[in-house]
C-alpha cells in the first residue's frame, strides 16, 4: 500500500482511515438472510403456521408468513435497509 499512496500523493494514515470508514460502512449494510429449500419451508410451514419477524435497522421489523417467497423477501429487505 505504500507504493500506492506514495504514487498518487496519498498520506497513508489517509489512505487507512478512508479503508476503514468503508469496511464500516458496508458493516452497517449487512443483513443476513437464510434461504432454505422448498421441501424444508414445506415441512417447517407444517409445524408452524406462525409468521416471523424480521428486525430491521431504526427498529423497524417487518413480518413474514410462512412459504413467503425468498426472492420476494430479498428484494423487500435490499429496499427497506437501503432506505430507499
Known amino acids: 500500500m505504500k507504493t500506492f ?4 500523493g496519498i498520506r497513508d494514515s489517509l489512505f487507512y482511515d478512508w479503508k476503514k470508514r468503508l ?8 443483513v443476513e438472510v437464510k434461504v432454505i429449500r422448498a ?3 414445506a415441512q417447517r410451514s407444517a409445524f408452524s403456521g406462525k409468521p416471523i ?4 435497522n431504526n ?10 417467497d425468498a426472492s420476494h423477501l430479498r428484494a423487500l429487505l ?3 435497509e437501503t432506505g430507499a
Open 5 to 8: 499512496c506514495l504514487e498518487r
Open 23 to 30: 469496511r464500516e460502512s458496508e458493516m452497517e449494510k449487512f
Open 39 to 41: 421441501e424444508e419451508r
Open 53 to 56: 419477524e424480521v428486525r430491521l
Open 59 to 68: 427498529g423497524r421489523s417487518l413480518m413474514v408468513e410462512p412459504g413467503f
Open 78 to 80: 435490499a429496499v427497506l
